[in-house]
């Protein structure tokens, strides 16, 4: 193993490796049996089982689209090239293969269903950020993110939720069914996300109301004012992954 190569990929034979799939694939497959039976624990125990013999992935390759539905993926394929938006090919790591990058999209993916399933919403949107990760334009990861996000409901959270229904506009075919859906969300996020904006940075839309959300230490005037500095030198806006990034200006 070499710091290149931290799944341990690089020195395993191609027989290794296939048996490896083969047994994320059977656990895959218990899980959903498990899921079908609306066992959400076992089933996420079987999906987060399958992925300690998949190799950790070290970059984001872009993945073809996988086929949108409120159930975890029963298959490791998605769509078929005729059925997909075009994607960049997948740039797997060293000594994983495409199928691997696929079945580890799908494993997160899954594994997002079931925490949906028992309501945790903030794991809801780790997995899929994670599935995302390997499969940029996977729908389902998209759907479900958003919609974890809308539950959160902070001005981040919901900022997201906005980027990614944006994202499914450019997914979705002109005749999916779910695009009127998704216009209708995007009209009902705008005055959503203004109220949040207004409730964490204050009525007035400066950053006194998100300092009040800061350590107590920081958020005193007077500890600034020993840098010269006040809240005005700081401006705060969303960063879309559930926190924020500051500007500074002078």
């Not at 494993?107 to 794991?123: D, S, T, W």
Request: proline share 8%; hydrophobic share 30%; charged share 30%.
């Amino acid at each position: 193993m070499s710091a290149e190569d931290p799944a341990g990929y690089e020195g395993k034979g191609k027989e290794i490796q296939i048996a490896d799939l083969e047994e994320a694939e059977r656990l895959k497959q218990e899980g959903n049996n498990h899921f079908r039976s609306k066992a959400w624990e076992e089933a996420l125990a079987h999906y987060r089982s399958a992925l300690g013999y998949l190799p950790r992935r070290e970059h984001e390759p872009p993945r073809e689209p996988t086929e949108p539905s409120g159930q975890p993926d029963l298959e490791v394929v998605g769509l078929s090239p005729s059925e997909a938006p075009s994607a960049t090919p997948p740039q797997p790591n060293i000594g994983e293969t495409p199928e691997m990058v696929k079945m580890r999209a799908v494993l997160n993916g899954n594994v997002a269903a079931c925490y949906v399933q028992l309501g945790e919403h903030n794991k809801v949107v780790e997995a899929c950020t994670e599935a995302l990760a390997d499969d940029p334009t996977y729908v389902k990861a998209l759907q479900r993110r958003a919609a974890s996000n809308e539950a959160i409901a902070s001005w981040s959270a919901l900022t997201s939720a906005q980027e990614d229904y944006r994202t499914l506009l450019k997914l979705l075919p002109e005749s999916s069914p779910q695009r009127s859906e998704i216009d209708r969300m995007l009209r009902n996020l705008g005055p959503r996300i203004e109220m949040k904006r207004k409730e964490e940075m204050g009525d007035d839309g400066q950053t006194e109301g998100t300092w009040k959300q800061l350590p107590r230490f920081a958020s005193q005037r007077g500890f600034l004012s020993n840098f010269g500095l006040s809240t005005d030198n700081f401006k705060f806006e969303p960063s879309g992954q559930g926190g924020y990034s500051v500007n500074f200006s002078r």
